[in-house]
């Protein structure tokens, strides 16, 4: 097994491109080398992408923010700038493993481990973040809605690297949220999960609305219903079921040992209707 | 008989907080287990697994595995000796495989190779062909006729024709006519329950270092809850005579019962027999979940009849376990303890145990009752609430107290369960308003408590101090508890005494590390121990002083004369007593050894308060409350640690935890995401509250706490999460997917 630490890009898509499919990239690792150790994977070459510049650096762009691949969640949660901005997204990287895990896992890599139950991902769907690819045919940017192709799969060329993720501008009153259900209170994978991102008109009612859904279907799922049904509404009791009632439509998830699809669909509409409420809520406190 | 000879008041020692002495070890990560211990020219051994649930081994081939490099032995079963003794042959057969693998995960053959790595690559070079078979893993499926065979000739002459091969034992117990009884009831419940298999859920994996010699001398370092049981079973599977073979404790990383048999270990012997080196086994999470054993999985059905004023006129019980591929014993605990805690004129309690495809099971903490107790403590509160009246009063009503005759046979000494009723009725936990979504369970728990053989030695060292020598791993405190009663004996401060524990080599046989039995029998085997001392001691003394030895008496760690009769002499403290001890006579030691009977059952009763989501059924626990009986808290701490310890393994068996098979008789969530203990956040604090009623039978009152504190959550949180989501909950673990069915199907 080789272990090389990439000095550029370049250098990581082309070492990936030669790999034949061999080789994984090394950020936090948090995935990949529990996945190493239970003998799930062995990799011919480890791609260590965190010395690349520009990787392990939050930069101010548009408005917005600009999240290298490298970056952990600690990192993330401790700048006040992407917090203000979207605290839903923040939250969603918060929470994937424990303290010590939220040292190193970075949101990419959570995007990249392609499980339809990833917490980071639904926010930055919902937020409509971008992510930048890097191949060996140059640089591309593409939604983060559509990086994941099914439970472990991938809409990536071989040879490409997601190198950073991109949070857009957005108005004042605006925010986001998201919720996932656990049976337990730490340690676990979403059963179902919600993010809402909202923004309010001047009269407090939902100007624009993104609800994306985890863990019920085999991928992170856009739900436009769900969003048309808040819309224009200050999320009433009648919008509010509206939202459940899509969100619900929207789901296909399985059975399995974590919940069962009747139990996943009735909770992901629950969710989604908590985070609309949160996501108001803090939407409403930046006045 | 009663043994009590030091009651409230007069303790110095026990009862106090002292620091434990294996704390700065634990904490700076110097302790040493089962995994730690690291020799010269050691292998790595490793085990393979069977991919089926239930197949036959037509054969094994290992040529190509002992062909790769670095690859120094591989074992299979027939490496173990010829056994005759029916539970011998299973437990060497669990170990590895003889003719048929019976559940998925069970051990084939062992390798040992220079490093883990060649081992793993070994294990996949190793051909065995199996020929699969219909497998079974519930309970209910396995006692239909019909239902596949896990093995055959394994059933007791008393069980009824009318069930599968499967069910190995059946039992019941009992008095009185329950029809009558039952025809006597204002109103009668009778329900069906299910509880999954959960497991104990030790932190440390086990583990083993074995090295035998050519000579045919072995030593072996292990994790485990009974070094002298690993001794007598490893022996015989190896062919070994006991005194060939030494085997030493490590520390152990949790057990909970789920210790007190082998796995690796023989194997690991084998392997060093056959490669001449030491050879380390390490199981990983996965092979813990998949092939040590989790408790037993339950079917049950109770019937109860009850007066309009609370009175419990009959009951009767039918239990159904499983306990894996191997018959076991456990059916017939739950069976006995399931309604202890009730004085009943009629009452009927029966129970089966059923093989299935899943692995063997191991005890944990109250083998067999908490399932029991469940299903009895929720058809209770059932009928309280039928009634409309308080559970605390209806439990207390009918009581079993001293002279009850219990179902299971015996007639009760001095019992602790009405003090402890009334101190949950008094505490502040009980009257507590509760919120909207919120309800409060209650449930009464039981254990039976165990003594068995002990062997004790303490010596005196030259400066006065003392060592004690015992032959039980510290599973909950032992060495503190221990060290407090020595000092208590001998009337010196803790901080003189140590206590360690001995290989096989250096003490006679002690029992397992089980039924709660250390704190009591040790500690009685310790105090005995002392006494011999003090009187060896006081034999010295009189030598000095002239006198007779009856005319001198131990006090306060002093040796003094009896009375003014006996002479003016300067009491002579233990310290000066050890310094010439070369002078009158040699080195002075005590000993004791017994077979001890007089363990005093423990109650418990335990308050749990919930919050249940009704939107998706997820359960906080916002208020628990522990009232348990422990005869005499040696160590406060560590007794209300047994407490919360089991509150909380309740808490995540109610809520959580369960195993789960696919359709392929694969067990589909063996590691700790998805076989969810509860974590630290997820629960309140456990509040504590001591009773001590004396444990006749001990001459402190001591009774064992260790397992009583598991079998009251699993009702009590049944109960509160009923009570909250208004609708009764006949299933463990209530996790949320089923607790929003029941309210979603409630309307």
Redesign the interface.
């Known amino acids: 097994m080789q272990f090389v630490t990439a000095q550029s890009t370049a250098e990581a898509a082309r070492l990936l491109a030669e790999s034949g499919g061999a080789a994984r990239v090394l950020a936090g690792g948090t995935d990949l080398l529990v996945q190493m150790k239970s003998g799930m994977v062995e990799p011919a070459t480890i791609i260590d992408i965190k010395k690349i510049p520009g990787m392990m650096e939050i930069t101010e762009e548009d408005g917005g923010y600009r999240i290298g691949a490298g970056v952990p969640g600690q990192m993330l949660g401790e700048h006040a700038g992407v917090v203000a901005l979207w605290p839903g997204v923040v939250e969603g990287c918060e929470l994937i493993g424990s303290t010590q895990v939220q040292g190193r896992c970075t949101m990419v890599g959570n995007l990249c481990n392609a499980s339809p139950a990833a917490d980071s991902v639904p926010p930055m769907v919902a937020a409509n973040a971008v992510a930048r690819i890097e191949g060996p045919d140059g640089s591309r940017d593409v939604p983060v809605a559509d990086i994941p192709a099914g439970p472990g799969k991938l809409n990536l060329k071989p040879g490409e690297l997601i190198t950073s993720i991109f949070l857009p501008a957005r108005p004042k009153r605006a925010s986001d949220a998201y919720l996932r259900f656990i049976p337990r209170t730490e340690m676990d994978i979403a059963v179902a999960s919600a993010a809402v991102s909202l923004e309010l008109a001047e009269d407090g009612s939902i100007a624009h609305a993104r609800v994306a859904l985890g863990a019920v279907g085999p991928k992170v799922a856009l739900v436009e219903d769900a969003a048309r049904a808040i819309e224009g509404t200050t999320l009433d009791d009648a919008a509010l079921d509206a939202l459940m009632a899509a969100c619900r439509a929207a789901c296909s998830p399985i059975n399995d040992k974590r919940g069962t699809v009747e139990f996943r669909t009735q909770v992901a509409g629950v969710l989604a209707k908590r985070a609309a409420l949160i996501a108001k809520d803090r939407a409403g406190e930046k006045q | 008989m009663n043994k009590i000879t030091r009651e409230k008041g007069q303790f110095k020692v026990v009862g106090t907080r002292v620091k434990r002495p294996d704390g700065i070890d634990k904490v700076t990560g110097r302790a040493q287990y089962g995994a730690d211990l690291v020799v010269p020219g050691m292998l790595t051994g490793a085990i393979l697994r069977s991919p089926h649930a239930h197949a036959t081994i037509n054969s094994i081939d290992t040529s190509e595995a002992l062909a790769l490099p670095g690859v120094k032995a591989v074992v299979t079963r027939a490496d173990f000796a010829a056994l005759d003794d029916d539970e011998m042959i299973d437990i060497a057969d669990n170990c590895l495989a003889r003719d048929k693998v019976l559940y998925h995960g069970h051990a084939v053959a062992g390798v040992a190779a220079k490093d883990a790595q060649t081992a793993?690559k070994a294990l996949k070079l190793i051909k065995v062909d199996y020929t699969p078979l219909p497998h079974v893993t519930d309970v209910d499926a396995a006692m239909k006729p019909g239902a596949p065979v896990v093995q055959s000739g394994r059933q007791e002459e008393n069980v009824q024709p009318e069930h599968s091969e499967n069910v190995t034992g059946y039992c019941e117990f009992g008095h009185g006519d329950v029809e009558a009884g039952f025809a006597k009831a204002d109103h009668i419940i009778e329900r069906d329950f299910k509880t999954a298999a959960a497991h104990q859920g030790y932190i440390e994996p086990h583990a083993c270092l074995a090295s035998m010699t050519n000579d045919g001398k072995a030593d072996l370092w292990c994790c485990t809850q009974g070094q002298f049981n690993v001794r007598s079973l490893c022996s015989a599977i190896l062919d070994m005579e006991a005194s060939q073979l030494r085997v030493t404790a490590s520390e152990i990383g949790g057990g909970f019962g789920g210790k007190t048999t082998v796995f690796i270990e023989p194997v690991a012997l084998a392997l060093s027999r056959k490669s001449g080196r030491p050879v380390k086994i390490v199981m990983t999470r996965?092979e813990v979940f998949r092939a040590t054993g989790p408790t037993v999985s339950s079917s049950s059905t109770v019937k109860i009849g009850m007066t309009k004023d609370g009175r419990i006129t009959a009951a009767h019980a039918k239990f159904r376990y499983q306990g894996g591929a191997f018959p076991c014993a456990t059916y017939s605990f739950g069976a006995q303890a399931a309604f202890a805690a009730y004085d009943l004129e009629a009452v009927k309690s029966e129970g089966w145990n059923a093989l299935t495809n899943r692995p063997k099971e191991a005890a944990y903490r109250a083998p067999g009752a908490p399932m029991a107790i469940y299903a009895v403590e929720s058809v209770v509160d059932e009928l309280t609430q039928h009634f409309g009246l308080d559970p605390l009063e209806v439990r207390l009503k009918n009581a079993a107290r001293e002279n009850t005759k219990a179902a299971y046979g015996p007639t009760f000494d001095q019992i602790g369960l009405v003090a402890t009723l009334e101190a949950a009725q008094k505490h502040p936990h009980y009257s507590a308003p509760l919120g909207e979504n919120q309800g409060r369970g209650v449930s009464c728990g039981f254990w039976f408590n165990f003594g068995g053989n002990t062997c004790v030695t303490m010596n005196l060292n030259d400066d006065g101090t003392v060592g004690i020598t015992e032959g039980n791993p510290d599973i909950g405190g032992s060495r503190a508890s221990i060290s407090m009663m020595a000092a208590e004996e001998l009337g010196i401060p803790y901080s003189d005494v140590r206590t360690i524990i001995a290989d096989t080599s250096s003490l006679g046989h002690n029992d397992v590390t089980d039924g709660s039995r250390v704190t009591f029998a040790v500690g009685l085997a310790t105090i005995e121990a002392a006494r011999d001392a003090i009187r060896k001691m006081c034999g010295r003394v009189a030598k000095i002083w002239g006198i007779d030895e009856d005319a001198v008496i131990w006090e306060d760690g002093y040796a003094k004369p009896s009375g003014p009769n006996a002479g003016d002499f300067e009491p002579m403290s233990i310290k000066e007593i050890a310094a010439i001890s070369s002078n009158t006579g040699g080195p002075i030691a005590g000993h004791y050894e017994v077979n001890a009977d007089g363990a005093g059952v423990s109650f418990g009763v335990h308050l749990a308060d919930v919050e249940v989501d009704p939107?998706?059924?997820?359960t906080q626990v916002i208020r628990y409350t522990v009232f348990q009986d422990a005869g005499k808290a040696v160590h406060p701490d560590y007794v209300e640690g047994q407490m919360q310890g089991g509150a909380v393994q309740g808490i995540g068996w109610a809520?959580?935890e369960e195993y789960?098979y696919g359709e392929d008789g694969v067990l589909?969530?063996a590691g700790?995401?998805?076989y969810?203990v509860?974590?630290a956040?997820?629960l309140p604090e456990i509040d504590t509250v001591i009773l001590e009623i004396p444990n006749p039978g001990h001459p402190y009152g001591v009774r064992g706490v260790g397992e009583t504190s598991i079998v009251p959550p699993l009702a009590a949180l049944s109960n509160a999460v009923s009570r909250a989501a208004g609708v009764r909950l006949h299933e463990l673990p209530m996790?949320?997917?089923k607790i929003?069915?029941a309210i979603?199907d409630r309307g």
Request: proline share 12%.
């Open positions: 793993r996965d939107e998706t059924g997820y809520l959580n789960i589909q969530n700790f995401l998805d969810r509860p974590v956040s997820d996790s949320p997917p929003l069915k979603t």
